[in-house]
């Protein structure tokens, strides 16, 4: 039996120890093929760094063309909002600014611009 047993642990241990088809090619291939990694992993690095460097280069001019157009946009629809200090008590004159309404407006005026107002700046539009 023990003879047996003894094939058996050793059949089982064989199994592990077999080399694989093709890795018998030796170290030269192996060292190979970590220099062909080496070298495309290199290459990707510079190639990303040189990417890098060039969109940093033409973001400047970019930058400043920006800040220009940003500055030409019609802000029509945004100075009909009121944009001063607020004082300590809000008075109705405030209130009627901030709403965009004549301070001698109704109810239902005040109402329907507090409500437009209400919607555009509630952060669960859209």
Partial sequence: ???AAASSEGLRY???????TGAGKGQGEL???LA?????????V??????????FRLWKPLEQTITETAKRISTSSLSSYYKGGFEQKMSRREASLILGVSPSAGKT???TAHRRIM????PDKG
């Fill in 14 to 20: 064989a199994e592990y120890a077999r080399v694989p």
């Fill in 119 to 122: 919607i555009l700046n509630h």
């Fill in 36 to 44: 062909r990694t080496m070298i495309a992993v290199g290459l990707g």
């Fill in 46 to 55: 510079a190639t990303v760094a040189f990417a890098g460097r060039y969109a």
């Fill in 1 to 3: 039996m023990e003879g």
């Fill in 109 to 111: 005026k005040i109402r």
């Fill in 31 to 33: 060292d190979r093929r």
